[in-house]
């Protein structure tokens, strides 16, 4: 059901403050659904507004022509990872908006700030429709064969293509002032895939990419690469596909949540981190775990749902199982040029050793190893291409990427004097879905990281 208005709904986000103004929209791009398009600002008054009808950022104006807000001092443009749901990003923007801001009014550093969310291509649940007959491609099994192109369905070249489009819309349209306003990506697991690749195509226009939990090599070798490539299987898909027409017919909505609050704890990494203190606990500190003990429960309420609609959404499934696919094709060995190039441009977060069953260990390890090296000499940047008008885009070739084999050791630690880290890895334990429950931890590492970032480019 999309939005019949040709600029974005404006209402309050009702997050951890209730504070922060939420735009929703969508990008449309040739050949597939409506994409999902989120912005958010710290700020009562956001400087960035996205007009549908033209498919551009811009920023309200008054009668004179004149923005009606400042520009922020930083954008970040967030890239999901796969299945690619903004919905599962909102509580994450809504605790890295409390941390910038805390730090702006703290440090005087953050002249406000505001995230772009993108959804991935035909991820959409508000654009995708059971009734919409897409999925049928799917029983076509003459079609997917050597390299599916079924109408709606993106690779991940496609998803590279589309996410540099909207990034070179910002840039080129939503930024007045590159040295006042900083663009940060932040890529979620494939999403830093994606990032990585945008940096290499936009290299002067963004300032700093941050990785979490980055599937950027051989995500075919990781644990849940091998345990779960028969899903991605193209001669899998229509039977899913049955199950789902049944699920949705026959089972009880109530069942089907109980049956995914089975897998809930475990992909989330168990409970809460909300832990009572050594010594005796005072009540402030049972008011604290009990305050955060219910916003848990109301996150997960929120992410089921979200889960119950995916799960019975047969487009948006089928789109999610042919991007893993093509993610296993794509993703393989480390673009050891790309990194020693742009190592000072990025940071990589990673979960304890052994917690992510996404990214290998030999893998990480891997790319440590290579971030740990000397970085090559400066090379002058190749210069961003112009803006691509969406009729074109679908056109575009992917870019091309260098690659070397990898290998495997394990227990390193990042440099200790570096102003911005290359890479972290992360004490908690925090699961690779951790959108899920842990978003405030993340947040709080994103923000230390573009206060970071901020400081280097003022110095």
């Not at 649940?125 to 997917?144: A, C, I, V």
């Not at 803006?387 to 679908?394: L, Y």
């Not at 690779?432 to 400081?455: G, P, T």
Request: charged letters at 20%; proline letters at 9%.
């Amino acid at each position: 059901m999309p939005p019949s208005e040709n600029t974005a709904n404006l209402n309050n986000k009702q997050g951890e403050g209730g504070k922060y103004r939420r735009l929703l929209t969508s990008y449309q791009y040739p050949g597939y659904p409506p994409a999902d398009l989120t912005i958010q600002s710290s700020r009562e008054q956001p400087y960035l507004s996205f007009d549908r009808d033209t498919n551009r950022f811009g920023h309200a104006t008054n009668a004179g022509g004149e923005a009606e807000a400042s520009p922020p001092r930083i954008i970040v443009y967030l890239i999901p990872g796969n299945p690619g749901l903004v919905e599962f990003y909102d509580q994450f923007i809504a605790h890295l908006l409390d941390c910038t801001s805390s730090a702006w009014t703290q440090q005087q550093q953050l002249a406000g700030c505001e995230v772009v969310c993108a959804g991935h291509l035909g991820h959409s649940l508000r654009h995708n429709s059971n009734l919409d007959f897409r999925f049928l491609e799917n029983f076509k099994l003459w079609n997917q064969f050597p390299h599916p192109r079924a109408v709606g369905s993106a690779s991940l070249s496609d998803q590279l293509d589309y996410h540099s489009q909207l990034i070179a819309n910002i840039i080129h349209h939503g930024i007045p002032n590159p040295a006042k306003t900083k663009l940060i990506i932040i890529g979620h697991s494939v999403g830093a895939y994606i990032a990585t690749k945008l940096l290499e195509r936009y290299p002067t226009g963004i300032a700093h990419m941050i990785g979490l939990f980055p599937t950027i090599s051989q995500i075919g070798r990781s644990p849940n690469g091998r345990r779960l490539r028969p899903l991605f299987s193209p001669i899998v898909l229509p039977f899913l596909n049955i199950v789902q027409m049944m699920f949705s017919l026959i089972i009880p909505k109530l069942v089907i949540c109980r049956l995914i609050k089975l897998v809930y704890d475990p992909i989330s990494g168990g409970g809460t981190r909300a832990k009572l203190p050594s010594s005796p606990p005072t009540e402030s500190d049972k008011m604290r775990v009990q305050k955060k003990t219910q916003q848990t429960d109301a996150l997960m309420e929120h992410n089921l749902l979200i889960m119950l609609t995916f799960i019975l959404n047969i487009n948006a499934l089928s789109a999610v199982l042919k991007m893993a696919r093509s993610e296993m094709q794509s993703i393989r060995d480390l673009d050891v040029h790309f990194i020693r190039r742009f190592k000072n441009q990025l940071t990589l977060l990673w979960t304890s050793p052994g917690a992510d069953e996404w990214v290998g260990e030999p893998e990480i390890a891997e790319i440590i190893r290579t971030l740990n090296l000397p970085a090559p000499p400066e090379s002058p940047h190749v210069p961003q291409p112009l803006f691509v008008e969406p009729a074109a885009a679908a056109s575009d070739p992917p870019v091309p990427s260098e690659h070397l084999p990898t290998n495997s050791q394990s227990s390193v630690r990042p440099a200790e004097d570096a102003a911005v880290p290359t890479w972290k890895r992360m004490e908690e334990g925090v699961p690779h879905a951790f959108c899920l429950k842990d978003n405030e931890v993340m947040a709080r590492e994103c923000s230390a990281l573009i206060e970071k970032v901020l400081s280097k480019s003022n110095a």
